[in-house]
């Protein structure tokens, strides 16, 4: 079956250091993957896609890569802020997929002063 | 301002109630989408739209019905069928442009809870 995961366990990091969220599928030939941030009560916000023939995407303090030979992204926050706190989410945009996005659960970040 | 909002914030239904929740979006978008998200789980997509009075059921329709009379609105009604209705429901929007690359943008979202 296709199924999409992403970490349930919320993640704690220390303020200043990197943190990094996993997402991994399997059995979809994803075209795109997006990341998501979702604070609580709140609906998502993007915040990077990557396509399938790209290996890292960057945006500020914010990396993505994208491995489809492990079936996996990773999401890095460099030099995390409390502010960072929040719900991440992955989401895969696959050739057939008729503009729906399959979304992972997220997995909750937490950044400790 | 752009975006997309939603109404109400809260909502309480009844048993045996139909509900409606209203979607608005001024960003000139083709296509919109109602999500439904229950803690531990990803957004399911209830129904989606790619063009006015046109829509598709997605994963979870049963319970739900929609309508897309005009390009700025997507109304979703919460029938008394669903029977385990409680949950954050999530509308968004995006272009609608073929071959994929669809950011989408999302509303607030309603929190529907059964009395």
């Known amino acids: 079956s296709q199924k999409i995961e992403q970490n349930s366990e919320a993640l704690n990091i220390q303020e200043g250091k990197t943190a990094t969220l996993t997402c991994n599928y399997t059995n979809y030939s994803p075209a795109y993957l997006q990341w998501y941030r979702q604070d609580p009560g709140r609906g998502p916000v993007f915040l990077l896609l990557i396509r399938e023939n790209e290996k890292e995407k960057r945006k500020e303090r914010l990396k993505v890569t994208f491995d489809t030979t492990l079936k996996q992204s990773l999401f890095h926050i460099t030099a995390s802020q409390p502010a960072d706190s929040a719900t991440y989410l992955c989401?895969?945009?696959?050739?057939?997929?008729?503009?729906?996005?399959?979304w992972g659960a997220g997995t909750k970040l937490i950044i400790k002063p | 301002d752009g975006g997309i909002t939603q109404s109400p914030k809260y909502l309480f239904r009844k048993e045996g109630q139909n509900v409606t929740l209203s979607c608005e979006q001024n960003?000139?978008?083709?296509?919109m989408y109602w999500y439904r998200q229950d803690p531990g789980q990803g957004l399911r997509l209830i129904y989606y739209s790619q063009i006015v009075n046109d829509f598709q059921k997605g994963d979870i329709a049963e319970g739900y019905s929609v309508s897309r009379e005009k390009k700025e609105s997507f109304p979703l009604t919460v029938t008394s069928a669903q029977k385990n209705p409680t949950a954050f429901y999530l509308c968004?929007?995006?272009?609608?442009?073929?071959?994929?690359?669809?950011?989408?943008?999302f509303g607030p979202g309603t929190r529907l809870l059964v009395l």
């Open positions: 968004a929007s995006s272009r609608g442009l073929a071959g994929g690359q669809e950011t989408q943008y």
């Open positions: 989401a895969l945009d696959t050739e057939d997929s008729n503009y729906q996005l399959i």
């Open positions: 960003l000139n978008h083709d296509a």
